[in-house]
């Protein structure tokens, strides 16, 4: 017998179900830290994270053609319409937009993002990249901004700076994995100017100290990042902190790792270990209590549009604020999340 919907949404508890199994099998590290959340948040996480992965595999496996661009635009028009296709993710997203009031200036970024990046796209200047990480992880931060209940532009520009911050980790530690995939993401003036050819490289990928040097200036940047985000954390919701403190902390530990192993990104894969991540955990929920919240700057001019778009759209009713954070029975269940990821990677669970 087919799911009634409920009367106050299109999700059913089904949809919510698959929508949690997405980003436990697409990323574990984030599911541990997603559990750290309230569930007012947790739940809607796990919808965007599910919309997210759906509208990356639907374009990769079209090519990253127009036609899969515009098939993934009418679903994100019907979403908000309210008029979803039957599928879990679109159900979720059609709620989670409705509740949070989410322009859909953000989505529609996200995916021309995801095109971009189908296509093969490289970018000449860290602006240039700085535009394609505002739309493929900047407007994630943005839509988890809101989700949590801040929507003031310098809660938005600090969660747009977090994005974009994990978006060149990432980057730097994928770079020997994208180039054997013939694709390039770091500043092709970059490269250029430390003596590297970006396509000899890509022809015959190797870590020379030239493309060191590139990996070392880019994780700078997302250092830099990184610590102009912490302090918008203090402008979340103090039940949201510990959760996305953690996800800083792991993602930055990354380019540790990564600075461990001589920055090597093409014979490597920066790993940061359970053990540590257990050790992180720890840190975000002492010390995420005591964030301060920083003295306002500019957002990035890449991600100015996203803070635009939520400044000139209407918010929904305010929401009670979650009460403040505490050690609790979901912390416990991460840290044995990480002892067991760390038992895995040990010896092959």
């Not at 009418?74 to 989410?102: H, K």
């Not at 493309?211 to 203090?234: F, Q």
Request: with cysteine.
């Amino acid at each position: 017998m087919p799911q009634s919907l409920p009367e106050t949404g299109f999700a059913t508890d089904r949809d919510h179900a698959e929508c949690r199994a997405a980003i436990r099998q697409g990323s574990r590290t984030f599911f541990a830290a997603s559990m750290l959340l309230p569930a007012s948040v947790r739940q809607p996480a796990y919808g965007l994270y599910a919309f997210c992965r759906l509208s990356d595999d639907a374009i990769d496996l079209g090519g990253g053609s127009l036609a899969a661009l515009a098939r993934l635009q009418e679903r994100l028009a019907r979403i908000y319409e309210g008029r979803p296709l039957p599928f879990a993710a679109d159900r979720a997203m059609t709620d989670l937009v409705r509740s949070f009031a989410i322009p859909r200036d953000l989505p529609e970024a996200l995916l021309e993002g995801l095109a971009w990046d189908a296509e093969g796209r490289r970018f000449e200047t860290l602006a240039e990249l700085h535009a394609y990480a505002a739309r493929v992880a900047g407007t994630v931060g943005a839509m988890m901004t809101l989700m949590m209940g801040a929507r003031s532009p310098e809660a938005l520009a600090r969660a747009c700076d977090l994005g974009v911050a994990m978006q060149l980790t990432n980057i730097a530690r994928d770079v020997g994995e994208d180039a054997r995939a013939g694709r390039l993401y770091l500043p092709l003036s970059w490269l250029r100017e430390a003596g590297v050819d970006p396509l000899d490289f890509l022809a015959q990928p190797r870590c020379a100290p030239p493309l060191r040097e590139v990996i070392a200036r880019l994780l700078g940047e997302a250092d830099g990042l990184y610590a102009r985000a912490r302090g918008g954390i203090a402008l979340l919701p103090a039940a949201c902190r510990p959760a996305i403190l953690t996800a800083s902390l792991l993602y930055a530990e990354i380019g540790r790792e990564l600075e461990r192993l001589s920055l090597d990104s093409i014979a490597h894969r920066a790993r940061v270990p359970g053990r540590r991540k257990a050790a992180l955990l720890a840190q975000a929920a002492l010390t995420a209590p005591w964030l301060k919240a920083p003295a306002p700057s500019p957002a990035l001019d890449a991600v100015a549009f996203l803070v635009d778009a939520v400044r000139e759209a209407p918010a929904p009713p305010r929401r009670k604020e979650s009460s403040s954070w505490a050690i609790r029975p979901q912390f416990l269940r991460v840290l044995e999340m990480y002892e067991r990821l760390e038992r895995a990677e040990q010896f092959g669970e």
